[in-house]
């Protein structure tokens, strides 16, 4: 019999069609399922007919539980972690246990499935071969604002992950961060009834959701093209962010900064010369 081991089970987004034929078999096997919702992961599991005891572990009691649950799994008792939906630890509880279950020498294993992320990337129709995934921008408008500032020179595709309350006010941040010409799309309510993947510009996906309140319904996958490798692409981005700093510090300061932001080169930046 192979030892006890912790399965990481990925489950639907949505269309519960998306629960894997072996992350039944693993949900029905194990001695019991850690689930950040054990009344939603209930319903699931109900669904497919699947008895297996249910175990609460979210962010506020996971540190408490983890040594409980290697003890178990020490001890020779298979156990599985699911999140409310897609894959546990991305943006969701988890990696204590994991962290623990690793340190303690368990097996951890991956039954990988739905991920809003990998989906979302999947269809946005932006490069996809180098990204880097964001999860929620800070809902502090001065904390989210100075986070973009950070990004909006970063050359791969970036995802966020964002909440029908402030989708909006996400989206004006991005476009004036970016620019509102930035290519991106804007994924909701994957695999549901009401699935729409818009495409456009930052600024155009801000004024779709602003005049369509359906717009502004469920939940949301952005997906934002980087400022690319090219160096004209770099350069224009250069400019576009020394402008503003400029508009509150001296030019050399404001090209320094610029050119640290987007990777442009700082004397293209101050006093507009060849790039070097
Ligand atoms: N662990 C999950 C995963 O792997 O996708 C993500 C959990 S995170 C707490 C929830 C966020 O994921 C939502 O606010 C939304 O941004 C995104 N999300 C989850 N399901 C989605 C769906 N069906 N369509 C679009 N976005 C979704």
New binding site residues.
């Given amino acids: 019999m192979p030892a006890a081991a912790l399965h990481v089970v990925?489950t639907p987004?949505?269309n519960l069609g998306d629960l894997s034929p072996r992350a039944q078999q693993v949900l029905r096997d194990v001695a019991a399922i850690c689930a950040e919702d054990t009344r939603r992961s209930g319903q699931l599991l109900a669904h497919f007919g699947i008895g297996t005891p249910l175990l609460a572990l979210h962010e506020h009691n996971e540190q408490q539980l983890a040594q409980r649950l290697v003890a178990r799994l020490l001890a020779g008792e298979s156990l599985a972690l699911v999140?409310?939906?897609?894959?546990?630890l991305?943006?969701?509880p988890g990696y204590r246990l994991v962290k623990a279950a690793r340190e303690a020498g368990v097996r951890v294993s991956p039954v990988p499935g739905?991920?809003?992320?990998i989906a979302?990337l999947s269809v946005a129709g932006l490069p996809s071969d180098r990204f880097a995934f964001e999860g929620f921008l800070p809902a502090k408008a001065s904390a989210r604002r100075e986070r973009l500032a950070t990004l909006a020179g970063e050359p791969r595709t970036l995802v966020f992950?964002?909440?029908s309350h402030r989708i909006e006010e996400s989206l004006a941040d991005l476009a004036a961060a970016f620019g509102g010409e930035r290519p991106a799309a804007l994924?909701?309510?994957?695999?549901?009834l009401f699935e729409t993947v818009l495409d456009g510009g930052l600024a155009e996906l801000h004024a779709r959701v602003v005049a369509e309140p359906d717009q502004r319904k469920?939940?949301?996958?952005l997906v934002v093209q980087g400022v690319g490798e090219d160096a004209d692409a770099r350069l224009a981005e250069g400019r576009r962010v020394h402008a503003i700093l400029a508009r509150q510090l001296p030019p050399s300061a404001a090209a320094k900064l610029a050119a640290e932001i987007t990777g442009a080169p700082r004397k293209a930046l101050y006093g507009g010369g060849d790039p070097v």
């Fill in positions: 990925a987004i949505g999140s409310d939906a897609g894959t546990p991305v943006s969701d739905p991920s809003a992320l979302a992950y964002e909440s994924a909701r309510e994957l695999t549901k469920g939940e949301f996958v």
